[in-house]
């Protein structure tokens, strides 16, 4: 997996960076307090970092998604009500996102008519370009959109690939971060038996 992070997060680190450039180039606290003093701030910009961490897990709600599909169409939770989803954040340039792609064209194919739904989530920093390059080069059966920041935030994504598998009530049911051969089988054995819940 690869760390992905949200630009308020980078932009912290780099307010961070220069305060540290403006400590050493002050040269009068000592060595040793100035470490405690870097300690101390970077642990208060990391930490408020808030919505990075929160993720939702297995039998909670998933948060809402507002996002515009790379075809123009709004995509929001609504759109799924009452149908098994899968939420794929990716990024173009991700390998295991690359190797995921095919087994969640496979899904679509085989369980879309029976009412999966899945939406791919782009994270990186690629542009509509890319994506769209992308959707073309594996032949993406389902919609794509670039997921702001809010919406990685409201995740808790910190790496991709991960997906989110959503209930037909609309709740988390299984997280899967990474991709192997492994999580594909338990992606599929998850989608056939939400499906056949009522």
Known sequence: ???????????????????????K??????NVLTRILLATIAASFLSASGPVDAAPRPGQPAPNINVISMTGQT???????GHVVILDFFATWC???????????EMNRKYGRQGLQ?????VGEDGERAVKAFTDEFRVNYPLAIA?????ADFGVRSVPVMFLVDKKGKVAEV???YSNEIARSVEQSIKRLLAEK
């Open 176 to 178: 899967y971060r990474g």
């Open 25 to 30: 180039l002050q040269k009068r606290v000592p």
């Open 95 to 105: 390998q295991p996102c690359r190797q995921s792609i095919p087994h969640l064209v």
């Open 148 to 152: 702001g920041e809010s919406t990685t």
């Open 1 to 23: 997996m690869r760390p992905v992070f949200p630009s308020t997060l980078i932009n912290r680190i780099r307010s961070l960076t220069l305060l540290v450039s403006a400590v």
């Open 118 to 122: 899945i939406l791919g989530l782009s």
């Open 75 to 81: 995509i929001s939770q609504e759109n799924y009500r």
